[in-house]
């Protein structure tokens, strides 16, 4: 499975409800005293909110709604007491460790309610955000055009220094405009940050009191404090790098490198792969951005400088040699992106299904076509560059095209919840003792679902002489118990099992236990994943 290999660094992992008391739809025959909510990864302190209305739109919890400071995968408040019999339902908001807003509704009632509230408790989120999409979508093209020239100026064309003064004075208006474009990108994604995690007005944005608590409160915050230091720091390199004469100017043009790689850095600080803070996750996103720095920095190099340089100087032999320069380093980037990908889309696509049926996985399968046409331009490009046979041309601009266009899908994908909580339904087949025992739970996400368990001999004839199927369900990421039941026998060697039996959406495990006439025991476990949509 090759989903997320392009981009997955800015694909979101947005927080989703494992568990919640109440429930969605549960009924209670004395009002309830508290309210929780747990997600499947902590949250941030800022900007949560919960309340909970009755019919009419009023209040009735006591306005205590706080993140749990021991457990901050939790979202709690306190409910006034004595509850009138009716429908209620509590409206959620909280950021989550990747820094994006996400909201919800839960509906419950006490007593005879009467006609129940028909309200989704999923997690909402608009399908594309316009401002955060083109903010960071500016941003992106930014960075990774300022990094990947200067890495093509540093390290891919000519090695003496005459040469390499050449470039950097032919690039360097293309160089500043990157720098002032990223400059107005992290400026701008504080205000577009805040409103997004407000979900205000413009107007409302620009208030003094919220931006301070983005830049306070925030991991996003705390990371564009850093982002804009490292922006002052650069702003100094370039003008001392276009002020020194070519001897010392080098030295400046490779501190103006090193920065732009650690706001690379930076940028892995606040995607979806820091969100268990985990050195591994943050280490493969930094190597992904870098890599696509390199690749897509060095086409413009290519479409940019080396015909400005031709111009003046008719060395054709150069131009071929600074192409299969290129061509090894972008050999080096393809590799790790491809690998830096996979190991993303094993964290945030649980299987094909999702990959074919959810939001997400359908705008990484539309980007992983782009990325195929562009790896087979690169491989004509390549095999232009051994031959050293007619200027690359035209399809050079075609793959930085398509570049652009996989950057925009990125900046969607912001906006989308990994495939991660919608996995689909799931078919599962073991074999022990001669049997096979095959399980299907439909449509596997927190709640109700049905359970059919296919009991086959080796000649995969249905089993007539079943006593008895049990099933044993565990939630596997964190210790909730076990809840069991029994399988009724819906056709011969088919059983089935309807019922609320998965309350938390992760990692689960459910053992069969089958004893037929004979008194045999087969018992064979099944480990999958349940969605909570």
Known sequence: MIAALYFPSIASAHAYIVKSTPYENETFTKSPQHIQVRFDEPVQSAFHSLQVLDELGKRVDLNDGKVNKQNPSILEGNLKPNLPDGNYHIVWKVVSSDGHSVNG??????????????TSSKPTQPLSNTDVMGTYWIEYISLFLFVGLLFFGLFVYKNDKNNRTIAFNKTKGLLLLSYFGLLFSVLLSLIVETKNYTNGTWQAVFHKNLLMETINN???????????LLLMVLANSLYMACKKEQKNAFYWWLSAFVIGAFLLLAKAFIGHAA???????????????????IWLGGLIGICYLLPRVQIEKEANADYWKTIQRYSKWATISVTLLLVSGIYASLNYIPNLYSLLHTNYGKVLCGKILLFLVMLVLG??????????????????????????????????LTNLPTAMESPGPFTGVKQNKGYSISLHATPNIVGKNTFTIKIKDKNHKNITSIQQVTLTFKNTDMNMGNNTTQAKQALTGVYESKGFYTNMAGHWNVKVHILTDSLDSIDVSFNYIVGSR
């Open 105 to 118: 509704v839960i509906p419950f009632s006490v007593g005879d309610a009467g006609s129940k509230i028909n």
């Open 379 to 412: 491989l004509i490009h390549f095999i232009k560059g051994r031959r050293s046979k007619n200027k690359l041309g035209k399809s050079v601009w075609i793959e930085i095209s398509i570049g652009i266009v996989v950057l925009a899908l990125s900046s969607l």
């Open 218 to 228: 925030t991991k996003f915050g705390s990371v564009w404090i850093i982002q804009l």
């Open 275 to 293: 969100t268990e803070n985990e050195f591994l996750p943050i280490l493969f996103d930094f190597i992904h951005l870098l890599s696509v720095s």
